[in-house]
């Protein structure tokens, strides 16, 4: 396996996570008020998000039956990431969030969960990482050598740029460059 597909499955995970961990923190009530039926031709954005994901997860159900095509099944638990993510961030009232947020997480559940073995519990999910104390204690100079970095490499001064990485990795620090700026952490 290429390090690009393994890229591209760690960062599809990690969207199936945000979302799950996002629709967990969403949930405001034990007992939500009732979602609309689903309506594909609805105008109403929740409305055809729900016929949709109904659709998603009709679809995943028949990939894991056609000799367990994960390929397949895991592009409807995308698809139905990235359609959970957009209503849950379209402004519903509290009510419907609430609801959504039970339904989104019950077919996050049976779909990545239940089925492809790939989320946490719930309990696991919803734990906030404790932040390493080395990592917190040197981040103000990470930060002023990575700013520094940068202008040194958009002024094509090559040379400081490798010395400043030269820097942060005699400090324990890996950068990696994306399109975003530059990411690190600890080795």
């Known amino acids: 396996m ?4 393994l890229k591209d499955a760690e960062r599809n995970y990690n969207r199936v996570l945000e979302c799950y961990i996002s629709a967990l923190k969403s949930r405001t009530t034990q007992s939500p008020v009732a979602l609309p039926q689903p309506d ?20 995943f159900a028949q990939a894991m039956d056609d000799d367990f095509n994960s390929r397949d099944a895991v592009a409807k638990v995308l ?12 402004g519903l009232d509290e009510a419907d969030r609430d609801a959504f947020s039970h339904y989104a997480v019950d077919w996050l559940e049976e779909s990545a969960g239940a089925v492809l073995g790939i989320l946490p519990t719930r309990e696991f999910a919803l734990i906030e990482p404790e932040e390493d104390p ?10 002023e050598l990575l700013v520094k970095r940068s202008e040194a490499r958009a002024n094509k001064d090559w040379a400081k740029a ?7 990795n005699s400090m324990g620090v890996i950068v990696t460059d994306s399109a975003d700026g530059p990411n690190w952490d600890l080795a």
């Not at 290429?2 to 597909?5: A, T, Y």
């Not at 080395?134 to 930060?143: C, L, T």
Request: glycine letters at 8%; a negative charge; zero cysteines.
């Open 2 to 5: 290429n390090e690009s597909l």
């Open 40 to 59: 594909i031709t609805s105008q109403q954005p929740l409305t055809k998000s729900l016929a949709m994901l109904e659709k998603m997860g009709e679809g």
């Open 79 to 90: 698809g139905g990431v990235r359609e959970i993510s957009k209503i849950l961030s379209s």
């Open 134 to 143: 080395r990592r917190a204690e040197i981040a103000p100079r990470v930060e």
């Open 162 to 168: 490798d010395q400043i990485r030269d820097e942060l």
